[in-house]
């Protein structure tokens, strides 16, 4: 197998395929410098004779040097060239670096493979890093012979059809988390309207109406208020679309209709909602387990204490209070854990290794109990201080009174579907049952003779 250039892919692209076992010649334009970068197993020679002793070349430098290759386009031809090069922008050219190649070298036969793979994953091999090959080209048998050295490198080759598909593989390493922006944006704008909130209530009220400055909780306790908010309200958006896609396919009696475009979109970016829901939930976690190592904390607690002194309160323990702390923590220690298990599972290797009832069962059935495990948690926090009049400052009412719309309007949907009347009728649908859908139908006669007719499938 040949190489031809001597950055750092080529470096890494030599020693993986030394390490599988091939034998390697490196084309340089300066091999004596060159050579000891390389393997000593690899032979590092000038480009030219590099190119004649191989059959199978690795193109390893960017689009704007290929010209310098054209002196040997002679020796090159016949010879199957496998572009690895990648582009600064997203669609910067008109035609892919895998095209422009094959159109400067119309004797060889082309393939685009292995730009989705970083050098450091070359040298750690496919034990560590993304294991996926993804190559396309015009020749099948081209494209099997480097789907056969993917394999024995340890990679796994996906044949992405012909070399119309090297441009969307060529701009996979440049797009920045494509799934993720709009969960991402979405978990901010809420974190900033709850942070926004709780500011308000906590820290401007007590101001404003007190004369009291408790700016000194933004760092953490007005954040530690926020993260949960999100944490629960990102939960029930991750199931909010499966109710309203229920709804549809209950109302128009079909799964045929298209949902609309930002319903589909919503559906397909409940994974990563989902996610950042947990990371959200994490976060609270540590939090709260900070909340007691802060100055602050210890300045009250100790005002406390001289206060109970002074007015000789001997016990000050509210058996109320203590019950309602433990079965909050409690059940927010069991609505963590679930969330971890959702997470967990949502990791390829780890979906990958599950069958599909197993997945759907940890995903809809465990993520459903996390949810109303949640619900619980928030409704153990409020208690009954959301009836207290105190609790209304400005005449808002508490942050965690908001965070309940949503997922309660999930959990009475979810109940509603499992009613046998309307779950029977939506798993029919989802069977390809129709409304108003007219089928053949035959019957015998009088006569034994049969007849055919139609009736709506409503019937």
């Not at 496919?126 to 789907?147: F, H």
């Not at 309207?193 to 401007?204: A, D, G, K, P, S």
């Not at 000789?312 to 220690?333: D, F, L, P």
């Not at 928030?378 to 400052?393: M, P, V």
């Amino acid at each position: 197998v040949g190489v031809l250039g001597s950055g750092d892919f080529a470096r890494s692209l030599a020693i993986r395929l030394v390490c599988s076992g091939f034998k390697v010649v490196i084309g340089s334009r300066n091999p004596k410098r060159k050579a000891g970068l390389f393997p000593s197993a690899a032979e590092v020679t000038f480009q030219a004779e590099a190119v004649k002793k191989t059959d199978v070349i690795f193109v390893a430098v960017f689009r704007e040097h290929y010209s310098t290759l054209c002196d040997l386009a002679d020796v090159l031809a016949g010879k199957i060239l496998v572009d690895v090069s990648n582009n600064t922008e997203v669609n910067h050219h008109k035609e892919s670096n895998a095209e422009y190649l094959a159109s400067l070298f119309p004797a060889c036969t082309v393939v685009k493979g292995f730009n989705v793979i970083s050098a450091w994953t070359l040298q750690s091999g496919a034990r560590d890093g993304n294991k996926q090959v993804l190559i396309c080209s015009n020749n099948q048998e081209a494209k099997r012979i480097v789907a056969e050295i993917a394999q024995v490198m340890g990679f796994t080759p996906v044949d992405m059809g012909c070399m119309s598909s090297a441009c969307e593989i060529e701009n996979i390493p440049l797009r920045l988390l494509p799934a993720w922006k709009i969960p991402i944006f979405l978990a901010l704008g809420l974190f900033l309207c709850f942070f926004t909130y709780n500011l308000v209530r906590q820290v401007i009220h007590p101001y404003i109406r007190e004369q009291k400055n408790k700016f000194y909780k933004i760092p953490i306790e007005v954040v530690n208020t926020t993260l949960p908010c999100v944490a629960y309200v990102m939960l029930s958006l991750v199931y909010l679309p499966g109710v309203l896609a229920a709804s549809s396919q209950l109302y128009y009696g079909t799964k045929y209709r298209r949902f609309p475009d930002w319903l589909d979109q919503w559906l397909q970016h409940r994974k990563q909602i989902g996610l950042l829901s947990f990371f959200c939930a994490a976060l609270h976690a540590v939090y709260s387990l900070c909340l007691p190592m802060r100055r602050s904390h210890r300045y009250l607690l100790i005002e406390t204490a001289v206060k109970q002194a002074v007015e000789k309160k001997m016990n000050i323990w509210v058996e109320e209070e203590v019950w309602r702390m433990e079965i909050y923590i409690s059940v927010g220690i069991i609505a963590l854990g679930l969330l971890s298990l959702l997470a967990i599972t949502s990791l390829p290797s780890i979906a990958n290794s599950l069958n599909w009832r197993e997945f759907s069962f940890v995903q809809s059935t465990l993520g459903f109990i996390a949810l109303v495990i949640s619900t619980l948690h928030t409704l153990t926090y409020g208690w009954s201080r959301a009836f207290d009049e105190n609790q209304y400052k400005f005449y808002l009412p508490p942050t965690y009174t908001l965070t309940l719309l949503v997922p309660c309007t999930v959990i009475l949907a979810k109940v509603v579907f499992s009613l046998p009347c309307v779950h029977q009728r939506l798993l029919r649908i989802r069977r390809g049952w129709e409304k108003g859908r007219y089928v053949k139908f035959v019957l015998p006669s009088a006569t034994g003779e049969y007849s055919s007719g139609e009736t709506s499938s409503n019937v």
